[in-house]
């Protein structure tokens, strides 16, 4: 950068730190960055930077070395001609030579290209974009994905996502699966034992971090991520294993275990990482007209109802009192946080982010006694007090978005579920797995028989994507039949539109 570059980027207000000459590591003598590069959690000035130095992806081994320095640099083109930051950080040997750097000084609502360097290597060029200013008037447009079962299929989801023109991508939970490898005939399985370790939880973040097509999506968009079960053990509380075996002191450290490895490889930064108590839940405000609350629904989930009778029916159960009395899903003081500050929003969108479907589900007279109780339909308590919460604040559009069910769904939420004739007090939008199988037919019939189910497609993959203005949000769901298929072609197989002021979205295209 010449001096006349320097003094125009610095009279356009953009934030420039002095060059500086890098100092590498000569140990690396194999290119490091085999897991590639992301960013994530952008404010209207900062964003997050992230990468994980690796050469081995047969077994994903971790470096046998210490600290290594890694060069980054952040650009105000896809050229490289425009340097706006860059800076040497310490990949820790600690941390599996992970690196995440918080680049402050951006300007708001704007794109920025970044990369690495190591020794003689060059990452590959990550771009990444600020959130605008909370007092501007801007559009949004964003994707939501969830559940990609490395087993289940390939991330082609992600090649479509890298070629969408998007804000952000908000990621819903099941970042990775915990199992060991499939017994049943697949097209790609899991290395190692099932993740119960540092160790195993590492080894299954580098196996999904590898995959080309997720890179793609991470290299193209910043994200921001909640987790659900599968990060940890499936269908795991708080500190409760779902293996009665498994003492809580044990099933503790397993947790913080994978609390780490969730650190490692995804653009978090903390200056004191706590993996004892890692707080996922946080509230964006994305320009004057949306705003944001991603929850955290395990880490501080009460024990199921019944539970010796929950684990020996697969989390299904009827007749079960325990049911009816004040547990929580979020943990009291997450829900305090969320019930404070959602009531006092004055933004036309509000969308709080959890993991699974809220609505209770089918209105079949036989279904009602049966409550799968990992769900919100175990914690009927906690479901009412979320809905009270967004019934107190009944200014502009509530959109609840979830995943966790591999089905795209669309529901109207009402103070009480068995007052149909009630006015809607949000709208409720599930998306689709990445990979992960769906619901068996017999399952899904359950649903399509309530009529608060606007929309509901449990045979397809994918995401969705939102296009939001001050007055109108158009929803697409965007799919295709065969995940396992590395040519499966994507497309809009369901298209609604809801209005500022309306009771619930409207049909433009259904496919199936």
């Known amino acids: 950068m010449n001096r006349r570059q320097f003094h125009q980027l610095l009279l356009a207000g953009v934030a420039v730190e002095l060059p500086s000459q890098p100092q590498f590591s000569a140990r690396i003598t194999d290119y490091p960055f085999q897991l590639g590069i992301a960013s994530g959690n952008p404010t209207s000035s900062s964003v997050i930077l992230w990468t994980r130095l ?7 081994k971790p470096l046998e070395q210490p600290n290594i320095k890694v060069h980054w640099e952040v650009y105000a083109d896809s050229h490289l001609q425009q340097l706006v930051a ?44 600020t959130l605008p200013e909370a007092n501007s008037q801007v559009s949004l447009r964003f994707a939501v994905a969830n559940c990609q079962n490395f087993q289940h299929g390939y991330f082609t989801a992600y090649q479509q996502i890298a070629l969408e023109n998007l804000d952000f991508v908000l990621f819903l939970g099941d970042y990775i699966y915990e199992y060991g490898p499939s017994k049943s005939k697949g097209m790609r399985y899991h290395l190692g034992p099932e993740a119960k370790d540092l ?54 450290a397993r947790r913080k275990s994978a609390y780490q490895a969730y650190y490692e490889h995804l653009p978090f930064y903390f200056d004191k990482p706590d993996f004892a108590n890692f707080q996922l839940f946080q509230n964006l405000l994305y320009g004057q007209s949306m705003e944001f609350w991603l929850l955290d629904t395990r880490q501080y989930k009460d024990p199921f109802a019944c539970y ?54 089918s209105n079949d007279p036989t279904f009602p006694q049966k409550k799968f109780v990992d ?18 604040n009944t200014s502009g559009q509530t959109i609840v978005l979830g995943g966790d069910i591999h089905a795209s769904a669309i529901t109207l939420l009402r103070k009480s579920s068995a007052h149909i004739a009630d ?34 497609n449990s045979e397809d993959r994918g995401y969705s994507v939102f296009e939001v203005t001050e007055d109108t949000l158009v929803l697409k769901f965007v799919t295709t039949p065969s995940p396992v298929n590395l040519e499966s072609k994507f497309s809009v197989n369901a298209l609604f539109e809801l209005k500022i002021g309306g009771d619930r979205p409207h049909k433009i295209q259904v496919l199936n």
């Open 54 to 60: 690796m050469t081995d992806t047969k077994t994903f």
């Open 86 to 129: 860059q800076g040497d950080s310490d990949a820790l040997a600690d941390y599996a030579h992970s690196v995440r750097v918080r680049v402050h000084h951006l300007r708001a609502n704007t794109y920025y290209w970044y990369r690495f360097t190591c020794a003689t290597f060059h990452s590959s060029l990550g771009r990444t974009k």
């Open 199 to 252: 160790a195993g939880y590492r080894q299954r973040h580098a196996q999904y971090k590898a995959d080309k097509m997720l890179q793609q999506a991470h290299a193209q968009h910043p994200w921001f991520f909640i987790w659900d079960d599968h990060e940890v053990q499936n269908d795991y509380t708080h500190v409760k294993s779902t293996v009665a075996e498994d003492l809580s002191i044990e099933f503790y």
């Open 308 to 361: 010796e009778l929950a684990m020996k029916n697969y989390r299904v159960l009827s007749g079960c009192e325990e049911l009816l009395w004040p547990r929580s899903m979020l943990g009291i003081q997450q829900e305090q946080w969320l019930d404070q500050s959602f009531t006092k929003s004055t933004r036309p969108w509000k969308f709080i982010a959890q993991t699974t479907l809220v609505h209770p589900g």
């Open 375 to 392: 769900g919100w339909s175990g914690y009927p308590k906690a479901r009412q007090r979320l809905i009270d919460t967004i019934a107190r």
């Open 423 to 456: 006015k809607p007090i949000a709208t409720e939008v599930v998306t689709t797995s990445i990979s992960s199988k769906g619901l068996h037919k017999r399952e899904a019939e359950y649903y399509l028989k309530n009529p608060d189910f606007v929309y509901f």
